[in-house]
């Protein structure tokens, strides 16, 4: 396939999955939003392992309803149905959903030779000169079995991802942003870039389903966030601020405080300082 000139060349469906992965890859060539699509499919009974792309996403959602919109080519922007098998994953874990996921891009960006790594629970930053800025963003929602159900698959996880491949400066949503243009000062090869990231993300899921604590080591490794002074801004309106020491076995964030250890759950958390 020819790679356009600024790097922005369809995806190719033929190169991202083989037939002896554990994924379907969907690619659509435009849609507000790839989480939208995949649940409504999910509702209907897909099976676990579809995967919804879209070259162009329109009104991308992340957390805190935040929507967004990137121009064509310039992302990686698309949704995972899984659906963690109840007698193994009880739903008191599945919080680290989120964790697995935002390890599995920052695993695959490492191995492709970027500086990344996982803010807690799942931004994925770059490290450079000028500090940390962000390259991923992810939402996980669950969805219940449809209303009136009695058989059938029951509750998934639609896992949303959208990487930066090919924005320029200009282009980025926020100061605070990047793209793995950027990053390599080169041409971005999305379709490699997915097919990575979904083999890595399908490889953890599996570790996760078979084990609960396996991630917890690889996920402290890849924290941008443990060692450095937080301000944890939690969703009741108040502020934790202190040391993001520890992720505990939930999937929670440790923050010490002169109070003593505080554990967080959801909220934004800001970076107040490098890691010490």
């Known amino acids: ?45 897909a099976p676990e392992g579809l995967v919804v792309v879209t ?45 697995l996921a935002g390890l599995a891009v920052t695993t695959a960006l490492r191995e492709e030779g970027y500086a990344a790594g996982v803010k807690w629970p799942n931004d994925v930053l770059v490290a450079g000169a000028d500090g940390d800025r962000k390259v991923c963003g992810i939402l996980v929602e669950r969805i219940e079995a449809a209303t009136g159900s009695t058989s059938g698959p029951g509750p998934a996880a639609v896992v949303g991802i959208g990487i930066n491949t090919s924005l320029t400066a200009e282009e980025l949503p926020v100061p605070t942003a990047t793209s793995l243009a950027i990053e390599s000062g080169g041409l971005v090869d999305r379709t490699a870039v997915l097919r990575h990231v979904l083999r890595v993300l399908f490889e953890h899921y599996a570790d996760w389903v078979a084990d609960s604590e396996s ?18 801004e939690l969703p009741g309106g108040g502020t934790l601020v202190g040391t993001a020491t520890a992720v505990d076995a939930t999937g929670r964030l440790v923050v010490t405080t002169p109070q003593g250890d505080r554990v967080v759950g959801a909220g934004d958390v800001v970076h107040l300082r490098p890691a010490r």
């Not at 190169?15 to 969907?26: K, L």
């Not at 849609?31 to 209907?44: C, D, E, K, W, Y």
């Not at 992340?62 to 990686?76: F, I, Q, V």
């Not at 659906?83 to 680290?96: C, L, N």
Request: hydrophobic share 40%.
């Open 1 to 45: 396939m020819t790679q356009h000139t600024n790097g922005r060349a369809p995806l190719d469906p033929v190169r991202i999955a083989t037939g002896d992965d554990p994924f379907v890859v969907e690619i659509l060539p435009e849609t507000p939003s790839t989480n939208a699509v995949l649940a409504q499919r999910a509702r209907q009974g």
């Open 55 to 99: 070259e162009h996403q329109t009104a991308g959602r992340g957390r805190l309803d935040r929507t967004w919109e990137t121009p064509l080519h310039s992302a990686l922007t698309f949704s995972v149905l899984l659906r963690p098998p109840a007698e193994q994953v009880p739903a008191e874990r599945w919080p680290w959903l989120p964790l």
């Open 215 to 232: 991630l917890r080591p690889a996920y402290v490794r890849a924290s941008a966030t443990l060692g450095r002074e937080v301000r944890a």
